[in-house]
């Protein structure tokens, strides 16, 4: 097999739900966000073991993915839509029980004239200035929405991955005096805002990242193992190149490795002559530029040539990979391509 190998651990995303949950009160439900094909991980098996896990409620961004969810998971748990109600999402909604959070009065409308008497939420917008409605527009409508019964009040932070930020303390204050004293349940956190103040944790949290291994959750388990085959190797002499463009040069005798993954699977190319991968716990440089299905690695230091080489394993997180492209672990996760190999460990149980 010349493709990469995934392995992911549902075991540990299990294991990280449940330690997200025992941060907040028992009187806090701990949902799920499994939007992006549970951030590129796989909608099916992640959610499924979720639910075996004691998820009641699991948010996706839009109505497609909610029928994706549906279909794995059958009746039953609760599917809260981010995005809302959006034209041509009615029949979905309607016949898949999906739950959507109205983003604006234009959502209201199409929800209450289309399905009245059918279960939704209400996002609001406390200062990202992303979904959800203003205050202006909420103190418009709040009368009505509040006649049809909203199950829920969400709103998101902008900086919840920086306790210090005054963002968090400033949207929260907003939310409350958005909502307060309506009686309906609310909440603002995904998982950095479960690691803020447990004031934070209101009726229920929402945490993605956190599940599948990612910071601001410092404490998760690792979830995934990418293995990448190793194609060929061969030996350069001092001066020779590597790669397009040439970018990377020998000044010693060097043993490459050319291994199957390149930016086409997700590995991206802002990385080119600045990461490693890992041949077991011996970090191997990356030797010039990332082409779209292969990358060359230095492996000069290494006893024999490894039948494959690791890029994301417990030496190496989504994290640690993100630091060498300038970005953060969710667009590596959900950057992981369709070519690789998913094996799934573990039963979630
Ligand atoms: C993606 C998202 C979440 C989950 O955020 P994480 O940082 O991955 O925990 C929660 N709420 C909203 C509105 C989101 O868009």
């Known amino acids: 097999m010349s493709t990469g190998?995934?392995?992911?651990?549902?075991?540990?995303?299990?294991?990280?739900?449940?330690?997200?949950?025992?941060?907040?009160?028992?009187?806090?439900?701990?949902?799920?966000?499994?939007?992006?094909?549970?951030?590129?991980?796989?909608?099916?098996?992640?959610?499924?073991?979720?639910?075996?896990?004691?998820v009641r409620t699991f948010f996706v961004a839009v109505a497609e993915e909610g029928a994706a969810l549906r279909d794995a998971l059958g009746p039953g748990p609760e599917i809260l839509i981010y995005s809302g109600h959006m034209a041509g999402d009615t029949d979905m909604i309607a016949d898949l029980g999906l739950v959507p959070m109205l983003n604006s009065i234009e959502q209201m409308t199409r929800q209450f004239e289309a399905l009245p008497g059918a279960p939704f939420g209400i996002q609001l917008d406390t200062g990202m200035n992303r979904l959800g409605m203003e205050p202006a527009e909420w103190a418009a409508v709040r009368d009505i929405a509040m006649r049809m019964g909203p199950r829920l009040i969400i709103s998101h932070l902008a900086c919840a991955d920086d306790p210090e930020s005054q963002m968090n303390r400033q949207q929260f204050r907003t939310f409350r005096e958005m909502t307060e004293g309506l009686g309906v349940p609310r909440s603002i956190s995904a998982t950095g805002g479960i690691l803020l103040d447990p004031r934070f944790h209101m009726k229920m949290t929402r945490p993605g990242i956190g599940l599948y291994g990612g910071l601001p959750f410092d404490k998760a388990a690792s979830v995934v193992r990418l293995s990448l085959p190793v194609v060929q190797t061969r030996d350069l002499e001092p001066g020779e190149a590597v790669g397009y463009g040439a970018s990377w040069r020998a000044d010693a005798p060097t043993r490459i490795a050319t291994v199957?993954?390149?930016?086409?699977?997700?590995?991206?190319?802002?990385?080119?002559?600045?990461?490693?991968?890992?041949?077991?716990?011996?970090?191997?440089?990356?030797?010039?530029?990332?082409?779209?299905?292969?990358?060359?690695?230095?492996?000069?230091?290494?006893?024999?040539?490894?039948?494959?080489?690791?890029?994301?394993?417990?030496?190496?997180?989504?994290?640690?990979?993100?630091?060498?492209?300038?970005?953060?672990?969710?667009?590596?996760?959900?950057?992981?391509?369709?070519?690789?190999?998913?094996?799934?460990?573990?039963?979630?149980?």
């Open 5 to 54: 190998r995934l392995t992911i651990d549902l075991d540990a995303i299990a294991a990280n739900w449940r330690a997200l949950d025992a941060l907040t009160s028992a009187t806090v439900e701990t949902a799920a966000t499994v939007k992006a094909d549970a951030y590129g991980l796989g909608i099916g098996p992640v959610a499924r073991t979720l639910a075996n896990t004691g």
């Open 260 to 349: 199957s993954a390149g930016y086409a699977d997700g590995i991206l190319r802002a990385i080119s002559n600045n990461a490693v991968l890992f041949h077991r716990d011996t970090p191997c440089p990356l030797a010039g530029r990332v082409s779209m299905d292969l990358i060359t690695v230095d492996i000069t230091h290494l006893e024999g040539d490894p039948k494959s080489l690791d890029i994301l394993s417990p030496f190496q997180s989504v994290d640690d990979l993100a630091d060498c492209a300038g970005t953060i672990g969710y667009e590596i996760l959900t950057s992981l391509g369709p070519r690789y190999h998913r094996r799934y460990s573990g039963t979630g149980e």
